[in-house]
């Protein structure tokens, strides 16, 4: 505290004493209070929701963590490391920054961490040429600025191409239960689409997919056009919840340049159960489920931030799991109410060997009628009526009670199983260009002689 001075003239330090701070440039230095569950308390720091502290443990470089409430008396913080070692008494300091994000062509072919940190061993800039960087944080595009989606975007994949045709600047889902094929359809998807550049964010899952997906599924050529973000099960809550965010910003700022993204992140579900741990750890209640509140919202603010801007694209393709199969649970469901479509996988086709187990029936692209033309949807239509007409019927047919001739669309469905079944099924490795497909289908349904 400064006294006042008993002699001479009054000093005016109302204006020179902040600026003398400043230029002193004071390092404040806050104490860890405590430590609880996966969250950190910084007590005499102040800080901002989104700011980075950096707390003295874990090597020199210390331990980021990020500021996700702020109460009177301190900083309730996400370490963006594992808590171990971590113990109160520690020095932290403000960094007076929120996290930065790598952005532009040179992160093509990279494989980044889920704060923006290369993985592969190499840096990301070149001397003499900073690579550029944003804030993590960026907002949705303004709802009248957005480009309508009139233009299909081919994914390589026979039956999501010509029945649940996706536009560019849709967000859709993937739905299934466990090993139903999520993570191998959106590998097809990966190596099969024509959009420019994808960004690919591996979230929750397991090491070993990890690998596997960059070396033998989307190989050198489709690594090339990539950036893939990836946030193993293992690490921090906070940087598995963050790695969308970063591959959502890095998507983003390729729109920005006017190019066509597609963004596929496996698995939006495990971003939501990042979310439940960080809004359980600060103390929010357990909602549906155990999910607090926070979650569904910082889902919508996830999922909104793709689609069209004023030029560019980025489509999102996201996968959820479907615990136990409920379709009902809370975050599939609150997905499918943002989302613009959804692909069903069923494990009945899963384990009859049908892959990919796309349920053509239970899946829906809600831009699809915007996306194509009258005669293309009137070959979706016609395929569609028949595999109806074969699910009504089914249990008559499984007993052997159905009469041959009583349907004619369950009769096209019975003589043409082996057709219909080629054109839904279709090799990991063999994705199909969008002319291709509805050639295909165009045969199909003339063989189906179904009007
Ligand atoms: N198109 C396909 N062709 C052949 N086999 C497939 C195909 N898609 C999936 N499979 C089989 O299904 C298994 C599980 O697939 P995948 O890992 O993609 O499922 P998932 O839904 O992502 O599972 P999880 O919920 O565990 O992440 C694979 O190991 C593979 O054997
Ligand atoms: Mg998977």
Request: glycine fraction near 12%; charged fraction near 20%.
């Amino acid at each position: 505290m400064m006294s006042a001075p008993s002699i001479g003239r009054p000093v005016r330090h109302g204006a020179r004493f902040p600026r003398a701070v400043a230029a002193a440039a004071p390092e404040l230095v806050g104490t860890v209070s405590q430590v609880l569950g996966l969250s950190v308390e910084v007590a005499g720091l102040p800080g901002a929701v989104g700011d980075l502290v950096r707390i003295d443990a874990g090597g020199p470089a210390g331990t980021l963590a990020e500021v996700v409430a702020a109460t009177p008396t301190a900083l309730r913080c996400m370490p963006l490391a594992p808590v171990e070692g971590l113990r109160v008494g520690l020095h932290a300091r403000a960094t007076g920054n929120a996290l930065t994000v790598p952005t532009g062509p040179r992160l093509l072919g990279r494989v980044l961490d889920g704060l923006g940190r290369p993985m592969d061993g190499r840096p990301l800039a070149q001397p003499g040429s900073p690579i550029p960087r944003v804030p993590v944080a960026g907002s949705a595009p303004d709802a009248l600025d957005r480009m309508r989606v009139d233009t299909p975007l081919s994914l390589g994949v026979r039956a999501m191409d010509t029945l649940i045709t996706v536009g560019r600047g849709q967000r859709m889902g993937l739905f299934a239960g466990s090993g139903v094929g999520k993570s191998s359809l959106l590998s097809m998807i990966a190596r099969g689409t024509d959009a420019q550049v994808s960004v690919i964010a591996l979230i929750g899952e397991r090491g070993r997919e990890v690998r596997e997906f960059i070396e033998d599924d989307l190989g050198p050529d489709g690594l090339a056009r990539s950036v893939v973000v990836v946030a193993t099960s293992d690490q921090p809550a906070m940087v598995r919840l963050r790695a969308a965010f970063v591959a959502t910003r890095i998507a983003e700022e390729f729109r920005a340049g006017g190019g066509d993204v597609v963004l596929m992140m496996d698995s939006l579900t495990r971003v939501a159960m990042a979310q439940r741990e960080i809004g359980l750890s600060v103390g929010e209640p357990p909602a549906t489920r155990g999910y607090p509140p926070s979650t569904f919202s910082v889902l919508a603010q996830l999922l909104e931030r793709a689609g069209t801007a004023a030029r560019g694209s980025v489509t999102g393709i996201y996968t959820v799991l479907v615990e136990g199969d409920d379709h009902n649970e809370p975050v599939a469901d609150a997905a499918r109410s943002i989302l613009d479509g959804h692909v069903v996988l069923t494990r009945e086709l899963a384990t009859a060997g049908h892959f990919p187990a796309i349920d053509v029936l239970g899946s829906v692209s809600r831009v699809a009628s915007r996306v194509t033309n009258p005669a293309q949807q009137s070959l979706a239509l016609r395929l569609r009526r028949v595999l109806a007409a074969r699910r009504r019927a089914q249990d008559l047919l499984d007993v052997g009670a159905y009469a041959a001739g009583s349907d004619p669309l369950v009769d096209a469905a019975v003589t043409h199983a082996g057709a219909i079944d080629a054109f839904l099924r279709q090799d990991l490795d063999a994705p199909d260009g969008t002319a291709v497909a509805w050639e295909g289908l165009e045969r199909l349904v003339a063989q189906l002689e179904v009007s």
